[in-house]
């Protein structure tokens, strides 16, 4: 089945300056993706739902990129506040979407002043 | 429009009891997950429902978590019997189905003792 890998676990950034998460994915028949944020003791809120066929995608205050060549998902919080110190998690969905998401293990991103 | 309902939030449990978590779907949704999420393993799914037929039932999962979808809006999980190793934030999603992203609730934290 399906195996995503997310790194790294963990990232300490100062304010101001851009945080960057990387997920790699084996099954070449994924087609949805997803990136959620889970601020501490809350629940996954959805920050961007990705298509197999865009490749860069914007939001406000972050960036992801699909590489479908290399299965490689990438999210860049652009310009990171305090706000955005959550963990993140990558998720990965077949184009049959006969399975459920599979996700990363989550990054846990803390931003200082 | 309400969200994804968990109840309880917290549960506590001997080893050996049953226990039962309860999810109420956003109105019209068609597909319904539950995962379980622990900080070394990540979020797993356990099962998914697309209307109200199981999809998919976590291999790992089966022999002791039963989850059911009596109807369109509403879905239970029960642990029998409950093990220390059970003790995590359990996490119901909605979706309205295809590729569309899904919905997570606030979960419920078990532990068992």
């Known amino acids: 089945g399906e195996q995503v890998e997310q790194r790294p676990p963990h990232l300490s950034v100062r304010e101001g300056d851009s945080a960057f998460i990387t997920c790699t994915y084996t099954?070449?028949?994924?087609?949805?993706f997803f990136w959620y944020k889970q601020e501490p003791g809350a629940s996954l809120q959805l920050l961007m739902k990705?298509?197999?066929?865009?490749e860069i995608n914007e939001g406000q205050g972050f960036t992801v990129l699909l590489n479908k060549k290399d299965k490689r998902l990438s999210l860049n919080l652009t310009a990171a506040h305090p706000g955005d110190s959550a963990a993140y998690f990558c998720?990965?969905?077949?184009?049959?979407?006969?399975?459920?998401?599979?996700f990363g293990l989550g990054t846990r991103v803390s931003v200082f002043p | 429009d309400a969200g994804v309902t968990q109840t309880p939030r917290h549960e506590v449990a001997e080893k050996g009891q049953t226990i039962i978590l309860k999810c109420e779907p956003v109105?019209?949704?068609?597909?319904l997950f539950w995962y379980r999420q622990t900080k070394i393993q990540g979020l797993e799914l356990l099962s998914y429902?697309?209307?109200?037929?199981?999809?998919?039932d976590g291999g790992a999962f089966k022999d002791r978590f039963k989850a059911e979808m009596l109807n369109s809006s509403f879905s239970t999980l029960k642990i029998q019997p409950t093990e220390p190793k059970d003790s995590a934030v359990y996490l119901c999603?909605?979706?309205?189905?295809?590729?569309?992203?899904?919905?997570f609730g606030p979960g419920t934290r078990l532990t068992v003792l």
């Open positions: 109105s019209g949704h068609n597909d």
């Open positions: 990705v298509f197999s066929s865009t």
């Open positions: 999603a909605s979706s309205p189905g295809r590729g569309a992203e899904q919905f």
């Open positions: 099954d070449p028949n994924s087609y949805y």
């Open positions: 998720a990965v969905r077949a184009g049959n979407y006969a399975q459920g998401l599979t």
């Open positions: 429902f697309r209307s109200k037929s199981l999809m998919e």
